[in-house]
């Protein structure tokens, strides 16, 4: 993982699928440069923002795409996903509007974040950890050793010299 970015992936919330975990980190990561930023310029840095919502965005369809090459059952995950994205673009639309104050929006932000990983992605995980140990018993079952590819009975004692 980017060691830069991972300071900001509390252990806890580690799902232990390597692409997952390093993109979480990095939300969580341009979460807080963005709450500086705000802090910084007393103004809501909108390319910023989008620019979070886009890494966002791709993060849902990673998980997705994922779980899609597992065979994992997501449409209830993907639901949630579709309603964070609905409300958090609806949120920034009022903070454009001055409805709603900045860090508001960027603590609901995180708070639903870490919310999602510990009640979807920490189990998303462990489904997808366990259907790649599954398939890989099953490649190796089907793996032949090379002594009964050559029609041997067993492995040769000795590895065969070359000339
Ligand atoms: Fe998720």
Redesign the pocket.
């Known amino acids: 993982m980017n060691r830069d970015t991972a300071v900001y992936l509390p252990s806890s919330l580690v799902i232990d699928i390597e692409e997952i975990d390093e993109q979480h980190a990095n939300l969580f990561f341009r979460l807080a440069a963005l709450k500086m930023q705000c802090i910084e310029t007393n103004e809501f840095p909108s390319e910023a923002a989008s620019a979070l919502l886009d890494i966002l965005e791709e993060h849902?369809a990673t998980?997705e795409r994922l779980a899609g090459i597992s065979g994992v059952d997501f449409s209830a995950?993907a639901v949630?996903?579709q309603k964070m994205l609905a409300a958090i673009n609806k949120a920034v639309e009022e903070i454009h509007e001055h409805k709603i104050d900045v860090f508001s929006v960027l603590r609901y932000i995180e708070y639903w974040f870490e919310r999602?990983?510990v009640e979807?992605?920490l189990h998303?995980g462990q489904h997808l950890r366990q259907t790649s140990s599954r398939q890989f018993v099953a490649e190796t079952r089907h793996v032949r050793p090379a002594h009964a590819a050559a029609g041997l009975p067993h492995a040769p004692l000795l590895a065969p010299s070359h000339p």
């Open positions: 849902c998980e995950h949630k996903h999602h990983i979807e992605d998303l």
